[in-house]
């Protein structure tokens, strides 16, 4: 009954023109619509099991077939960590400060497509939670405002009216601060999470690559 009360004096205060209240449902529909364009990037365009993908490259970087190996990360669609190996791979006979040149230079690039709009998501929490906190300040003026004109045995129904609207942008503006907020935190661990793998994974590749340039000079030797 309190969250049909709740959902019924939003809608009341959207049908009465309420500034403060359309500015928060903004809020909350850039945040929606931030959410889902960086859940579906990080979660099924960039993401990747690293260690298994890994595992398939040194296969074939211990079978001598670098080939082989840039294909698999040509397969690998969008995923992030897959083209900067890729770029590790592309300079296996090159030294390894060119190498980890060129890992370096493709991680940086997938940084800024990793946080793409990510830090929007803060902001949007923050301004939601100040909208809901104006929302309820111009509420109660309102509501006092008409109370001084108000017949004084309607002026409790009056008052009650307008603190509980008030108040209810305020819980509207929490509402769409947490979920902002929650949903900032989850995106910005995968991203996190990636990176980490692109790093790690990184350095993997290249002792695979300096290893292989050891055996292919000893082999010469011999």
């Known amino acids: 009954m309190e969250q049909a009360g709740f959902i019924s004096n939003i809608i009341l205060m959207f049908k009465a023109g309420d500034a403060w209240v359309l500015c928060i449902a903004i809020s909350l529909a850039f945040s929606v619509a931030f959410v889902l364009e960086r859940f579906v990037r990080l979660y099924l365009h960039y993401n990747v099991d690293g260690a298994s993908f890994m595992f398939e490259v040194q296969k074939y970087i211990l079978a001598n077939d670098v080939d082989g190996a840039i294909r698999l990360c040509n397969g690998a669609g969008r995923a992030a960590m897959p083209k900067v190996i890729k770029a590790g791979l ?73 603190i509980s609207q008030a108040m ?52 010469k030797a011999d």
């Open 90 to 162: 592309q300079r296996a006979s090159r030294t390894e400060d060119q190498i980890q040149n060129a890992i370096d230079a493709a991680s940086l690039e997938m940084i800024p497509k990793l946080e793409r709009r990510l830090p929007y998501l803060a902001l949007i929490a923050n301004v939601a939670t100040l909208f809901g906190l104006l929302g309820t300040i111009s509420g109660l003026i309102k509501a006092f405002a008409a109370i001084g004109v108000a017949d004084p045995a309607q002026r409790s129904a009056i008052l009650a009216t307008g």
């Open 168 to 219: 209810n942008a305020t819980a509207f503006g929490l509402i769409t601060a947490i979920f902002t907020m929650i949903a900032h935190s989850v995106l910005t661990n995968k991203a996190n999470k990636i990176l980490e793998e692109i790093d790690e994974f990184g350095v993997k590749l290249l002792d695979l690559l300096s290893a292989r340039k050891y055996r292919q000079s000893g082999q």
